[in-house]
């Protein structure tokens, strides 16, 4: 089982700048994934980034260049710097992790971002 729990969501305005924080919890060890998808009102969950194990990453078309993930295994964090944020970034933003060797998905409870124009 793994635990995943998020900080960081807020308001802020168009143009700035929130860091959002997730931490692992349980049988760390064997997660492969982590990563962070949103959810907008009336919109289906999409992938935001990922980071593997090794620390190679996958962003969205749509925050590329803007978003940074990164990953500090000592302290079994993933981290989501979100800067030039625009509107359409509002959502609720999800912590995801992908456990081997079964392929488990285990999910946060979510926090909110909202960016007003």
């Known amino acids: 089982q793994v635990q995943l729990a998020e900080s960081g969501g807020g308001l802020v305005q168009a143009g700035g700048s929130l860091r959002l924080s997730c931490a692992a919890s349980g049988s760390i060890f064997s997660i492969l994934i982590m990563g962070w998808y949103r959810q907008a009102p009336g919109k289906q969950r999409e992938l935001v980034a990922s980071?593997?194990?090794?620390?190679?990453?996958n962003y969205a078309d749509s925050v590329k260049g803007r978003f940074t993930i990164s990953r500090d295994n000592a302290k079994n964090t993933v981290y989501l710097q979100m800067n030039s944020l625009k509107p359409e970034d509002t959502a609720v933003y999800y912590c995801?992790?992908?456990?081997?060797?079964?392929?488990?998905?285990?999910w946060g409870k979510g926090t909110l971002v909202t960016v007003s124009s």
């Open positions: 980071i593997t194990s090794g620390g190679n990453t």
């Open positions: 995801h992790a992908l456990q081997v060797p079964l392929h488990l998905n285990y």
